[in-house]
């Protein structure tokens, strides 16, 4: 018995020194020594071919190396794990984006050294690539911990989609005007509350969760129309600049309009164990799941603040990303990259939360 036990904390050590070193690597896409690669099955397509890639990690280092589950295709897609351009211009993704918790050592999957792992992924389920033109295809995320450099992404793979919507067709940007025009017209009849799947229950915890959502959208507005940005904004954004204080300013404007104003669906038939998801081009609907329910109204990764990470990631409303989960990732986000934590939903909720307080 007492060996076992030795081995399982070695085993577990072991664990935790190669998670650590994982997110201490500073060089992008290898430096951790994973490669990445993307090849696309066919490199010209006609309108009835599906987009399939495949995408391998390979582990060219010496010594185990872990990689998040949930940023890679080797389990069910719900974050943006794919940079694609069309004719140099970006693809809209289409695809579920999940709230989830601070990864554990649960969630990383081991490539042993010079290991490799292959998946294939339909990328025209998950972006919008319709129109005819040269794609560029490049994996590209991070990888959770949001230290410096610590980036996963491949060189990029090209292919010609000869789609059925002509080259140079601007019909996906009037698409996505018409949505925020659609999402705007709506909006004269209030911002109503509605429910899907949801029991009595859950709806008064729902109908609670908006009202602390709005209350925590309103006072992040207000802390940043009054113009002076102090540790609270520091903490989760970064070094203050101008650009990217317009841009959480609109953010949180946009957050706490459309909380106070856009008719809001909450559908409560999730069974993940995760907290939530939003499809960015379907507002104003939220996905509820397991952790939602066990979470506080307020406070750090509350009901409240989920729904405002949530709102968040709508295109018509801030159309932020999720570079990393969790405060500690968030924080070493906001030193390391603020141009990433500006555009990470946890962020966002961590910043209207504001637990604890900061000023």
Not at 313 to 321: C, E, I, P, Q, S
């Amino acid at each position: 018995m007492r060996k076992d036990l030795l081995k399982l904390a070695a085993g577990a050590a072991a664990l935790a020194v190669s998670l650590s070193a994982l997110s201490a690597h500073a060089a992008p896409g290898n430096g951790n020594g994973v490669v990445v690669s993307v090849a696309p099955e066919k490199t010209s397509l006609g309108k009835s071919d599906d987009v399939v890639v495949k995408v391998t990690f390979t582990n060219t280092s010496g010594s185990p190396q872990y990689v998040l589950k949930s940023r890679t295709p080797f389990e069910e897609i719900e974050a943006p794990l794919f940079e694609i351009t069309r004719d140099g211009q970006p693809v809209r993704y289409l695809g579920a984006i999940a709230k989830r918790g601070a990864p554990t050592a649960a969630d990383y999957f081991l490539l042993k050294p010079g290991a490799s792992y292959t998946a294939k992924v339909e990328l025209s389920a998950l972006y919008d690539m319709a129109t005819t033109g040269d794609y560029a295809i490049r994996y590209r995320i991070g990888n959770g911990s949001g230290k410096a450099g610590d980036e996963l992404k491949s060189e990029a793979a090209t292919v010609w989609i000869d789609g059925v919507r002509p080259r140079g067709s601007n019909e996906e940007t009037r698409s996505l005007a018409e949505m925020q025009a659609q999402a705007g017209m709506v909006t004269a009849a209030g911002g109503a509350l509605s429910f899907n799947k949801c029991t009595a229950s859950q709806q008064a915890d729902i109908t609670t969760a908006v009202s602390s959502a709005l209350a925590m959208a309103t006072d992040g507005d207000a802390y940043m129309a009054k113009g002076t940005m102090g540790t609270r904004y520091t903490k989760w954004f970064g070094a203050v600049d101008s650009a990217r204080v317009a841009t959480v300013k609109s953010h949180f404007a946009a957050i706490k309009d459309a909380f106070a104003t856009k008719p809001i669906t909450v559908d409560c038939g999730c069974k993940k164990t995760y907290y939530a998801y939003v499809y960015p081009t379907q507002p104003y609907t939220i996905h509820v799941c397991k952790a939602f329910w066990s979470a506080p109204m307020t406070g750090t990764d509350s009901k409240g603040g989920t729904l405002v990470h949530e709102m968040s990631h709508f295109n018509v409303v801030a159309g932020t990303d999720d570079w990393v989960y969790g405060q500690s990732g968030a924080a070493s986000l906001a030193v390391s990259n603020p141009s990433q934590a500006i555009d990470n939903a946890d962020s966002h909720e961590y910043f209207g939360e504001n637990t604890p307080a900061l000023q």
